[in-house]
Each structure stands twice: as structure tokens, then as C-alpha cells.
């Protein structure tokens, strides 16, 4: 049985991680056709027009947030409290076993539904469910079937967890709490919660490591390195801050809370530099609206969704450049030709709708002119909220451990498009505002 799930005899070398291992179930999932498109999604879009190095793809991020969430699952089954020893499974155990396979092959799982392109026009061709309504209907689709016959057919590793579906368990935890919840209405238990948080989780999510980690080492851009190795060491199932003994969070060690502030500062400074770098968002902006023009329609099914990728896109793109009566043609020239791109412009709090459309119509442009968006005003962020543990067993909320971490900017900015003809009149409009 511990054969059946430790033994790895392949394995593949990652520029951030070094050697990945990996067994002959995962090679299946690896091997299958929704994993390998991957290999043709560019995980920051199409920012290396901005930053040329930035050409990785959700391929090695899937790998690499596999190989960071084992070892963070080690470290939290390891390193256990006495006040939650009853809860974490031991290593070795049926229930560790079982738990350590569905952790890496929803790591593996979480990125399959992506557009091409990840993020770029994901918010408008795919509402509000995102991504992971679709990484749902990818894993419960025919082509990975045979991955999970053989993964419910390896020897009896199910024996003492008859209690469970391991298919159901992969899904859970590659989408998180939230998003299972808005698709099946269920909750989750409070060890799916942990186990979940560990891929998932909005603060130490290996998700969120891996890709600061690997968008700072591809793009140069060296804000997103932190002391992550200090972080996972610290890594604990802790009582929560608030409700003691009675619910159980991922929180951290004191050790570790150094760690914990780089992960915020790297993360603020790498939205600030590349995710909401002006040109970035000038070049997402008319990939955004090429993509609107020509693919709301063609998201019906599983097989025209994996049939999609980068190099379709870039394809139609470069044609769409070329001939004015195809759809987007003026958005295929300004990211192919590098012509007439509008500019981004971040916008200040005191700048509304309103004010905009002001504008717009006092100046008398049109939607082919200018365009914006906002986002939702969201409630204050409970990000500082997981427990710390500090010396002789005490636990605090980590925004009263920390100055710093209450310090750091978290808001999303709002923004401008505006057509190179116009953009000195709205600049003039947006200093006098």
C-alpha cells in the first residue's frame, strides 16, 4: 500500500523547484490531453510583450504548486500541536495515504480550466463561476476518464476510507470551498478546509507561492522572491483566534511571520510592477476585447473548450491584423503590430462613472474610443485573520502580531482605456478632477 503511493520512478526538473517526482498515477493525468494543453496556456497572459521572459505556462505552475502543496501537507501532518493531535492524520497512516494522493492530483487539477491566455478575458466569457466551473466539467470529463478508473482500481489503499470518493475529494479540494459550494450548494468539513487552504487558501496558498515565485524568476522581476522554505517550516494547524479549540485554521509558527510579511510585500509590489503594470493592462485590454468579438460562442462543450489555446488565438490574431473585415480587426493590429495601442491609466478614488461619462460625452467619442473598468467595492479583507502561535502555546490573529501586514496596500485598482488621439484631454480631465 505505502508502495502504491510513495514509489515515484519519474520525475521532471523544474526551473524554480528543481526535480519533481511523480508516479505512475500522476503520469497519467500528466500525460492526458487536458494537462498537456496546458503546455500552451501562458500563465501571465500576454505580458511578455511587455516583459519577454514571461512565456511559462500553467504547465509548470500545475507541477510546481503539486510539489509545493506535498510539502507544505508534510509540514502541517508533521508538526502538530498537542491540543490538535486528534486531528491530523499520522504519517504513514491510510488517512495520510489518501490524503497526500488527492492534495497532489488537485494541484495537478486546479489550472484545467483555464482560457487561453489564463485571466485576460476570463471574467467576461465566463461569469461569475470562473475558471474552476469549468475545471470541474474538464475532470468529470471523458478524457480523464481512464485516470481515475486507475486510480480506483490501485490496490486496496480504499480498504479503511470506504467512506470516501476520491474523485469527489479531487474536485474539492482543486476548487476550493467557495466555488464548490456556489456549484453543489455543500460545505466543507473542517479537515477539507485545511486540506483545501493548503492548494487554494488566499494567503498560504501553494498556488500563491508558486506563481509569485515563478512570474518574479521568469519576468526579472525580483519583488516576488521570498524566504518561502521559512514559510512552509512554519507552517501549523492552529485553534482559531477567535473561536479556540473549536475551529481549526492553517496558521503559522511566530517563526514564520517575517515570511509571512515578504509573501504580502512581494505579492503588493508584483500587482504593482507586472499584474497592473500600465502597459500590461493596455495590451490585456485589447486581447480582452478580440477575444469578446470572437469566442462568446464558442464555449459549449468540453471538447470546443480544450481545443482552444494560446496558439489559436495568436493565430486569428495575426490574421485578424491583416484584414479589416474580420472581427476585432483594429485590437488584432494594436497587439500584433503594436499600433495605435491605447493607454492604461490607473484612476484615483475621487474619479467615478459618472465623471467618465462626462467626458465621453463632452468630448464626443465613442465606445471605440474609450472604455473602463471598476471594480466592486469589496468588504475589508480577512486576510490577517489566521492564527499565530506564539510562545507557550498562545494564539493571536496575525494583523496584532504585525504592523507591517496591516500596512500593506490590498485594494484594486480601477482603470481607463483611452485611444492614443484622446489620451492628452483625459489626462488634462483627470488632473483637474
Not at 522554505?229 to 517563526?255: C, K, M, T, V
Request: charged share 25%.
Amino acid at each position: 500500500m505505502v508502495k502504491d503511493f510513495l514509489y515515484a520512478d519519474k520525475k521532471i526538473y523544474d526551473s524554480v523547484h528543481g526535480f519533481i517526482p511523480f508516479d505512475e498515477f500522476e503520469k497519467e493525468l500528466i500525460d492526458s490531453l487536458p494537462f498537456q494543453r496546458l503546455h500552451y496556456i501562458h500563465q501571465l497572459g500576454i505580458a511578455y510583450l511587455v516583459y519577454p521572459g514571461a512565456t511559462h505556462t500553467r504547465f509548470e505552475h500545475s507541477l510546481g504548486v503539486m510539489s509545493l502543496a506535498t510539502l507544505m501537507f508534510e509540514k502541517i501532518c508533521k508538526s502538530v500541536r498537542p491540543d490538535v493531535f486528534h486531528f491530523v492524520p499520522r504519517k504513514g497512516s491510510t488517512d495520510f495515504l489518501y490524503w497526500r494522493r488527492v492534495i497532489r492530483m488537485a494541484a495537478l487539477c486546479h489550472d484545467l480550466g483555464h482560457l487561453p491566455f489564463s485571466h485576460v478575458a476570463e471574467k467576461e466569457l465566463l461569469g461569475a463561476m470562473g475558471h474552476e466551473y469549468w475545471t470541474l466539467k474538464v475532470i468529470d470529463s471523458p478524457y480523464l476518464t481512464p485516470v481515475w478508473e486507475k486510480l480506483k482500481n490501485a490496490p486496496a489503499y480504499l480498504e479503511d476510507l470506504t467512506g470516501r470518493n476520491i474523485l469527489e475529494d479531487i474536485k474539492k479540494i482543486s476548487v476550493g470551498e467557495n466555488k464548490w459550494s456556489e456549484v453543489t450548494g455543500q460545505t466543507f468539513s473542517p479537515w477539507e478546509r485545511i486540506v483545501s487552504e493548503v492548494i487554494t487558501g488566499d494567503f498560504f496558498g501553494a498556488d500563491r507561492i508558486d506563481y509569485l515565485l515563478r512570474d518574479a524568476k521568469s519576468t526579472g522581476v525580483a519583488y516576488g522572491l521570498f524566504d518561502y522554505h521559512q514559510l512552509i517550516e512554519s507552517l501549523r494547524i492552529l485553534p482559531s483566534a477567535d473561536h479556540g479549540s473549536d475551529e481549526l485554521q492553517l496558521g503559522i509558527d511566530e517563526n514564520g511571520l517575517e515570511s509571512s510579511e515578504a509573501l504580502l510585500l512581494a505579492r503588493h509590489f508584483m500587482h504593482r510592477r507586472i499584474y497592473q503594470y500600465s502597459s500590461v493592462k493596455a495590451y490585456n485590454f485589447h486581447l480582452r476585447r478580440y477575444m469578446l468579438a470572437n469566442y462568446s460562442k464558442k464555449l459549449d462543450n468540453v471538447e470546443e473548450f480544450l481545443a482552444l489555446s494560446d496558439t489559436d488565438v495568436t493565430s486569428a490574431l495575426n490574421k485578424a491584423a491583416k484584414d479589416p473585415k474580420l472581427a476585432g480587426h483594429a485590437d488584432a493590429k494594436c497587439v500584433i503590430f503594436r499600433q495605435h495601442r491605447f493607454r492604461a491609466i490607473a484612476l484615483s478614488d475621487n474619479v467615478s462613472k459618472e465623471d467618465l461619462e462626462n467626458f465621453k460625452t463632452r468630448h464626443k467619442l465613442t465606445d471605440a474610443d474609450i472604455d473602463w473598468e471598476f471594480h466592486k467595492a469589496d468588504l475589508p479583507p480577512d486576510r490577517l485573520s489566521f492564527p499565530v502561535s506564539r510562545r507557550h502555546l498562545v494564539i493571536q490573529k496575525a494583523k496584532d502580531c504585525s504592523d507591517l501586514l496591516l500596512k500593506v496596500p490590498s485594494k484594486k485598482e480601477n482603470w481607463v482605456y483611452i485611444s492614443p488621439e484622446h489620451d492628452l484631454e483625459l489626462v488634462n480631465f483627470l488632473e483637474h478632477k
